[in-house]
């Protein structure tokens, strides 16, 4: 399989861009959005474990944007550097369509389900 074309290419360049400006908009906000909150007045126990839910919610949200972005940000190094599309870790050229479905993607499918194998580089 050989390297995306660079029309391509081109074209997952502006959709990592794009996500990555949507992906510092939304870390932009959520830092204003807790920068300014001053904390309501809290009346009742109801109201408290809500709020904590929101919180927790709010928080995997920004921790999944924040690894997101860094992927995002990985990948338009590698096409600045000429290694986008080559699996970061066996080296071969990953499938267009996996790379139109996941432009971020470090890895082939077969080194993904690897990574993803339960017990993977854990050692007792």
């Known amino acids: ?5 660079p029309d391509l290419l081109a074209r997952l360049r502006g959709l990592l861009a794009l996500r990555q400006q949507e992906l510092r908009a939304l870390l932009q906000d959520a830092a204003e959005a807790r920068a300014s ?14 709020e ?12 999944h944007a924040t690894t997101e972005l860094a ?16 699996c970061q870790e066996c080296g071969e050229q990953i499938d267009e369509r996996r790379l139109l ?24």
């Open 71 to 86: 992927q995002v940000s990985a990948a338009l190094r590698r096409m600045d550097e000429g290694s986008y599309g080559a």
């Open 101 to 124: 479905a996941l432009p971020a993607t470090p890895f082939c499918t077969a080194c993904q389900a690897d990574h993803e194998r339960p017990g993977r580089g854990r050692r007792l």
């Open 1 to 5: 399989m050989s390297p995306p074309e």
């Open 37 to 50: 909150d001053h904390g309501t007045e809290v009346q009742d126990f109801k109201d408290v474990a809500a």
């Open 52 to 63: 904590e839910s929101r919180a927790a919610i709010d928080d995997v949200a920004l921790s």
